[in-house]
């Protein structure tokens, strides 16, 4: 069993070593540290450049800071972080951020707009995963060096290549790959032209409140408090272990062998809720649920049709009965808290309606069609309640279970005919979702954007060039009406139905408190957690 002292040591090798390859999880007795299980067997690296996945940018953002930051107690609004204010020239191209000269590195230097310059560099020129969010805006590794430079120590001048409305510039740069890395550091550990990112695989170098201590795949994460941020943080190491299974998260929480779980199921959620020891945390999430009919399948290539699913499904029972905390209802392509999203739900179940507009379409007597979902709950268990209502308006689904992996892939291919599904925001813009379901320029095999839209054979002239449109748009309030005209359209004339939004739920221990756990990985905060 680890000690409490152990865990609270530096990170000394000697220290570390009886972290390696441990498999119980620490005591929690000690008020300075504190341990979360969670399934962390998603992480690649922890490189901001790279880092895409739920856990590896939940850590990140505790690690780094952007130039900007949605403001979490109203995420309509971005607010200062590492720029404490900035302009925005009258075409919408050049933005100039007024650098703090507060914030230090882990190492105790100082930041520079040097380390912004160059961390954005970065980005672009090793453009990995996440690189889009910047280069999308015309970034190359031929360009940005003009385009994105320090003019002095503390001021950063950004040029886009085409103008875009502030407010997609800026949510984009608070994203995880917007993070500010010490230049001086990475470079001292650059691998022939890897700019740093092998060593940023498993270390840090940022300015947030934390430094990573250790990492070991598929075991734990710990980070410890970076004494030179500034930032003032309650406990000064968290300490992440992997528990993949949701019940051996709650009995580590019974028995005190951790203070926070974040994976349990709706029924563990049931299980405990009359334990006075914990406490649920539970905030809206941006990942969604809905569902999609492949327009290349000739019934769900005709509007009545499209129409008819949306009004065949019990959103209310599906959520009441099946995900009462695990999700909400919400039918718009955008989040609910997210710029320019719609908040009412036009559709209710109506087997009659659906019945009849099956019938406008020339299937008075339905049609049979099969149905891909992930076979782990809650997916399983809404796929089947779709069944009985798609089958009580006169769809026959026959249900087609597969792994997480094996249902994306066939939707990717365009194999599919319905599908369960789920999707994440790359960024927390509207133009993301915008993107991925309303635009497809080109339907052909050979198109360079094979996102959601394109996977169902969905193609909407007028919502593709209003995706556009929007994304450049510099007066937020007409942004906004776009984004809501789009939803409407989406709802009149999409193969898809929204069905449920997700929401963050963590368990914590009663002497727990302070876990800020946000709606997008990247928001989620550790530093005012407080053990008593």
């Known amino acids: 069993m680890l000690t409490r002292r152990t865990l609270l040591a530096s990170g000394a090798a000697a220290a570390m070593a009886p972290l390696v390859g441990s498999k119980a999880i620490a005591e929690t007795s000690d008020k300075d540290v504190v341990v979360m299980a969670k399934q962390i067997d998603d992480i690649i690296s922890f490189?901001?450049?790279?880092?895409?996945?739920?856990?590896d940018t939940e850590v990140d953002a505790n690690v780094y800071r952007k130039l900007v930051s949605p403001d979490l107690k109203n995420l309509s609004k971005i607010g200062p972080d590492l720029a404490t204010n900035w302009e925005v020239s009258a075409d919408g191209k050049t933005f100039t951020f007024h650098l703090t000269q507060d914030a230090r590195f882990a190492s105790g230097k100082p930041m520079t707009a040097a380390d912004a310059e160059f961390s954005l560099h970065r980005v672009v020129t090793l453009n990995l995963t996440p690189g889009f969010i910047l280069t999308q805006f015309g970034f190359t590794k031929d360009n940005v060096a003009k385009l994105i430079r320090a003019t002095d120590p503390h001021t950063l001048v950004m040029e886009l290549p085409k103008p875009a409305a502030t407010s997609f510039v800026l949510y984009c740069l608070s994203a995880n790959?917007?993070?500010?890395v010490e230049k001086e550091t990475v470079l001292a550990h650059q691998e022939k032209d890897d700019l740093g990112n092998h060593w940023l695989t498993s270390h840090s170098a940022g300015n947030g409140p934390y430094q990573l201590t250790s990492w070991s795949a598929d075991d734990h994460v710990i980070i410890d408090v970076n004494p030179h941020s500034g930032i003032p943080v309650a406990?000064?190491?968290?300490?992440?272990?992997?528990?993949?299974?949701?019940?051996?998260?709650?009995?580590?929480?019974?028995?005190?062998?951790?203070?926070?779980?974040?994976?349990?199921?709706?029924?563990?959620l049931k299980s405990i809720a009359g334990d006075p020891n914990l406490y649920k945390i539970i905030t809206p999430a941006t990942d969604q649920m809905y569902l999609a009919g492949n327009e290349g399948y000739a019934p769900f290539a005709k509007q009545e049709v499209r129409q008819a699913i949306k009004w065949a499904i019990d959103y209310e029972g599906i959520q009441k009965n099946i995900a009462p905390d695990g999700y909400i209802v919400n039918q718009a392509f955008e989040p609910s808290m997210i710029l320019g999203a719609l908040t009412?739900?036009?559709?209710?179940?109506?087997?009659?309606?659906?019945?009849?507009?099956?019938?406008?379409?020339?299937?008075?007597?339905?049609?049979t069609a099969t149905l891909d979902h992930i076979s782990?709950?809650?997916?399983?268990?809404?796929?089947?309640?779709?069944?009985?209502?798609?089958?009580?308006?006169g769809i026959k689904v026959s249900l087609l279970p597969g792994t997480q992996k094996q249902v994306f892939t066939k939707m990717r291919a365009r194999q599919h005919q319905l599908i369960l599904s789920h999707w994440y925001p790359d960024?927390?813009?509207?133009?993301?979702?915008?993107?991925?379901?309303?635009?497809?320029?080109?339907?052909?095999?050979?198109?360079?954007?094979?996102?959601?839209?394109?996977?169902?054979?969905?193609?909407?002239k007028q919502l593709t060039a209003e995706v556009e449109e929007a994304a450049a748009e510099l007066d937020t309030a007409k942004r906004v009406a776009l984004y809501e005209n789009m939803q409407r359209q989406f709802w009149e004339d999409a193969p898809i139905a929204f069905m449920l939004q997700q929401n963050a739920i963590a368990v914590a221990r009663k002497s727990v408190t302070g876990f800020l756990l946000g709606p997008q990985s990247d928001f989620t905060r550790y530093g005012a957690i407080k053990k008593t």
């Open 47 to 55: 490189d901001p450049a790279q880092s895409y996945e739920f856990s």
């Open 177 to 180: 790959v917007g993070s500010i």
């Open 427 to 460: 960024y927390f813009d509207p133009n993301s979702n915008a993107q991925g379901f309303c635009a497809n320029p080109d339907d052909s095999d050979n198109s360079p954007l094979k996102i959601i839209a394109w996977r169902n054979h969905f193609q909407n």
């Open 344 to 367: 009412t739900n036009p559709f209710h179940k109506d087997t009659d309606k659906a019945k009849a507009l099956l019938a406008k379409a020339g299937f008075p007597d339905g049609f």
């Open 235 to 268: 406990t000064k190491r968290i300490f992440i272990r992997h528990v993949k299974d949701p019940a051996g998260q709650v009995l580590a929480l019974k028995h005190g062998d951790a203070d926070i779980a974040r994976d349990l199921t709706t029924d563990l």
């Open 376 to 393: 782990d709950r809650p997916y399983s268990d809404i796929a089947q309640a779709l069944q009985a209502d798609l089958g009580a308006a």
